[in-house]
């Protein structure tokens, strides 16, 4: 069963993936880096596909072709809140 990154609610089976859709309990994106089955931080662009362009917000929606929304509980790829914050970090000093 596919859980939201953000706040884990288990999403519905049946639910269509637009890139308008959101999680129902936080309102989250759904079609987002954060919830794809390729998400991988610390691989080239966080991705383990070889995407043509960089998605800088990867809670955001996007137009990404190879998003698959991961089906494995407890989103596998997805960074400690300490890995998270240290990302952020880094991230910030080349913005």
């Known amino acids: ?9 288990d999403l519905p089976r049946e639910m269509q993936i ?6 129902p ?3 989250q994106p759904v079609r987002c880096c954060r919830n794809c089955v390729f ?4 691989a080239h662009w966080d991705c383990r596909e070889t995407v043509p362009e960089q998605v800088m917000d990867k809670e955001r ?4 072709e ?3 929304l991961n089906q ?8 400690s809140d300490k890995g998270r914050s ?5 991230d910030d000093l080349f913005s």
């Open 18 to 23: 637009t890139r308008t859709v959101e999680c």
């Open 1 to 9: 069963m596919a859980r939201c990154f953000k706040c884990g609610q």
């Open 61 to 64: 929606s996007n137009f990404c």
């Open 66 to 68: 190879y998003f698959r």
């Open 72 to 79: 494995s509980s407890g989103g596998a790829g997805a960074p």
């Open 86 to 90: 240290a990302r952020n970090v880094f």
């Open 39 to 42: 998400y991988l931080p610390g």
């Open 25 to 27: 309990s936080c309102n």
